[in-house]
């Protein structure tokens, strides 16, 4: 799956990654086309080799401008699988190395936020941060009342006072 950029400068797409640094830019004789990665971010020319997807360590977005994006990571269980920390399973693979649907769709993202160069990118990846921090928190705190704490203890972990706490995480 490639992106264009609406003024044809940046072309992009969800790359497999493999254990040697090579990333797919598309199949090939029934594997990904894969290229090594320059210092620069580039792919490399010539006429690429092709690689068994089922051996990708993950994935992650690429430009043809240089840019990449952060890796999606394959683990090996469910119970591993963490999308906050991108953290992905995915028992599916095939032997092009294509990404689950909603991997592909946060590199489209990802890859989307390099585009935008204005201040308003440092505010969605802020707002992105602090989701994923709530997720966090909402977690740490549902184990502290699993492991017994009060609102008290866990207000004033948290910064606020025992009633505030309660309010927030009771239900």
């Not at 952060?70 to 190395?97: C, S």
């Not at 997720?135 to 004033?156: M, N, P, Q, Y």
Request: proline share 5%; glycine share 12%; net charge negative.
């Amino acid at each position: 799956m490639g992106y264009q950029s609406d003024d044809g400068k940046h072309e992009g797409w969800c790359a497999a990654v493999f254990p040697d640094g090579r990333v797919s830019t598309g199949s090939k004789n029934g594997g990904a086309k894969v290229y090594p990665v320059g210092p620069d971010g580039r792919m490399g020319t010539g006429p690429g080799d092709v690689a068994d997807g089922r051996t990708a360590i993950g994935w992650r977005g690429h430009c043809e401008c240089g840019w990449q994006g952060p890796l999606w990571e394959r683990v090996a269980t469910a119970e591993e699988q963490n999308t906050i920390d991108r953290k992905i399973w995915w028992p599916d693979l095939d032997q092009y190395g294509d990404a689950p649907a909603d991997v592909q769709d946060a590199v489209w993202n990802e890859w989307g936020t390099h585009l935008d160069p204005n201040s308003i990118t440092a505010v969605r990846k802020a707002a992105e941060a602090v989701r994923e921090a709530e997720v966090r928190l909402d977690a740490a705190v549902r184990a502290a009342r699993d492991d017994g704490r009060s609102w008290t203890e866990i207000g004033e972990a948290a910064g606020m006072r025992r009633q505030s706490a309660h309010e927030r995480w009771a239900n």
